[in-house]
């Protein structure tokens, strides 16, 4: 991990069913763009929520 990474939760649709997918990024932008890197451009991406510790 790098300095000031935390853990998003993103919510993408890819091939009709809904993947729910941990990624760790410094901002909600980038988890987004990490998303698309892995599934191509045009991936509809429902929803990116910061993942809460349980500390």
Known sequence: ???G???FLVEAEIDGK???KTINARTHAEA???IRKEHGATTP???VQEKRSSR
């Open 5 to 7: 990474e935390k853990c």
């Open 1 to 3: 991990m790098r300095c």
């Open 32 to 34: 987004r763009k990490t």
């Open 18 to 20: 809904k993947l729910l």
């Open 45 to 47: 991406i429902v929803a």
